[in-house]
């Protein structure tokens, strides 16, 4: 196979425009000779094509995107017939969420949650069909000129009904830095709960214009990520809701268990913010004083046991004297 360019058809398709190219991929606008209707191409590059584990993982990516039905997820086409591997999307006339925050630092609340809200309803229906995002960013959400998002890039998604990856990437770190869960550093598979960690990174960064962690490479933010609170909201915005905050800090948990379940339960504050407790930072701080890093965790319980076996150790055995003072007893005993 060769590289197709503008102008050519492919299929029903008419090439008309290049939106994209990556390192794998170029992306083209197009039109279908059958609808009329505009539409987009992702085209792998020909040295893909070949590659086995990118066909399946190419394969897996559309026919998630073929099982997914939601007014805030990109849709995935299916060509009537295909005579090499691409795949069809609906054409979305917008811009990325990451443009839009680029022009507004930081959003007014209403905005912010106008986007969030629908990004999340989108995320509840996939967690709710045991799909998980996992690269959930700001140029992953395209927003319409009505204002709609649209989630989009399934190539990293876990499909947990069909218990395999998308795409297990080049190492075992997947996802994007500065929105990733700490549970993904090293390569953990994650769950509902990485999304609603990426999504809340996404909101804060709405809202305050910033990220919740700033660090001078991507290992010392994945060290802080894995280790320290984040940065409190109200410290860039002070004037920021009390309860909007609690929302971030809770879907920020560093320890998945601490996070909103999913998508839906965190949906639900988002949707009513005034019937969540305000954050209160000097409950907050006392928490964070007596809470224990993880990476301690395991050398306190080594350090617990061995103490443990050397007291149990030294209990079950009598306490002898030294040998001169034994004898001296026996002595002193005898008649």
């Not at 394969?59 to 039905?69: F, Q, S, V």
């Not at 080049?170 to 960690?197: C, F, H, K």
Request: hydrophobic letters at 40%; proline letters at 7%; glycine letters at 6%.
């Amino acid at each position: 196979m060769r590289e197709v360019s503008v102008g050519e058809r492919l299929d029903q398709y008419q090439l008309t425009d290049v939106l994209a190219r990556s390192g794998m991929a170029s992306i083209f606008k197009a039109i279908d000779s059958a609808t009329g209707a505009t539409v987009v191409l992702k085209i792998p590059h020909p040295q893909f094509e070949s590659d086995v584990v990118f066909y399946e993982r190419f394969r897996r990516e559309e026919e998630l995107g073929l099982r997914l039905e939601h007014p805030n997820i990109v849709r995935v086409l299916r060509p009537k017939q295909k005579s090499r591997m691409y795949m069809v999307m609906e054409y979305v006339e917008g811009k990325s969420l990451r443009a839009l925050m680029q022009g507004s630092k930081p959003m007014a609340s209403e905005t912010a949650l106008g986007l969030a809200i629908p990004v999340c309803e989108a995320l509840a229906y996939m967690h709710e069909r045991k799909v998980v995002h996992r690269d959930m960013k700001p140029e992953n959400i395209l927003v319409t000129a009505a204002g709609c998002p649209k989630i989009l890039d399934f190539g990293i998604a876990f499909d947990a009904s069909a218990r395999r990856l998308t795409w297990a990437g080049l190492s075992n770190t997947i996802g994007t830095p500065d929105y990733m869960a700490p549970e993904q550093i090293g390569g953990r598979r994650g769950d509902a709960r990485t999304d609603v960690y990426a999504l809340g990174t996404i909101l804060y960064e709405m809202l305050t214009g910033e990220l919740p962690y700033s660090a001078a490479n991507p290992h010392a933010l994945l060290r802080a990520k894995a280790n320290e609170d984040p940065t409190l909201p109200s410290y860039y915005v002070p004037g920021l809701d009390r309860r909007l905050e609690a929302i971030l800090l809770k879907a920020l948990e560093r320890s998945p268990r601490d996070r909103y379940a999913g998508a839906a339960e965190l949906l639900a504050d988002l949707r009513n913010p005034a019937a969540v407790p305000p954050y209160d930072p000097e409950k907050g701080r006392v928490r964070r004083r007596f809470s224990v890093p993880r990476r301690l965790l395991m050398p306190l319980v080594v350090v617990f046991v061995l103490a443990g076996l050397t007291t149990l150790i030294w209990c079950s055995h009598p306490h002898r004297s030294g040998p001169g003072r034994a004898t001296q007893g026996r002595v002193q005993r005898s008649p």
